[in-house]
């Protein structure tokens, strides 16, 4: 299991490809603010094991809405909560979750993951990583090369 920020979830979603997160995890939690997000921004259906988490609110959860957007909020304090680790992308998140002790993942970490299962040729994770460039996500060209680079060296 682990719990997931929306960014990611959006590019999966809008690429259709919801199964490199499906191979690695038999559930991904999300909070309330974040579903909302998904709605919003969410052209299909959301897979089954997607599942709306509750968050509790504590003085954690009132911090983190005071130096980030509700869905990220909500996400490091789910995590917090279930001690899970996280999907997020966002640099100042990610920032914020590491020093609060939350194991991250991002993107890549999920085409790396799925390339390491065999789930994702070298040849597919690439284009994979251009589509998603090509839809807007922000990712430093320097990222994905050393991405590319480090799926080089597991064929």
């Avoid at 790396?112 to 690439?126: H, I, P, Q, S, T």
């Avoid at 251009?130 to 060209?141: C, E, K, L």
């Avoid at 994905?144 to 799926?151: E, F, H």
């Amino acid at each position: 299991m682990i719990v997931s920020d929306a960014s990611t979830l959006i590019v999966l979603s809008d690429l259709d490809r919801w199964e490199l997160l499906g191979n690695l995890f038999d559930r991904v939690l999300i909070p309330p603010q974040v579903d909302r997000e998904l709605r919003r921004g969410v052209k299909t259906d959301t897979p089954e094991w997607l599942q709306v988490q509750p968050v509790r609110e504590d003085d954690t959860l009132k911090l983190l809405r005071h130096l980030l957007d509700p869905g990220e909020s909500e996400a490091i304090a789910l995590a917090l909560q279930t001690g899970l680790p996280l999907i997020i992308d966002e640099k100042k998140g990610r920032a914020i979750a590491r020093r609060k002790g939350v194991k991250i993942m991002g993107l890549l970490g999920v085409v790396y993951a799925n390339a390491r299962k065999g789930f994702l040729a070298l040849d597919e994770a690439e284009v994979f990583m251009t589509s998603v460039r090509n839809h807007g996500f922000r990712i430093h060209p320097k990222l994905i090369d050393a991405l590319i680079r480090k799926l080089k060296g597991l064929a």
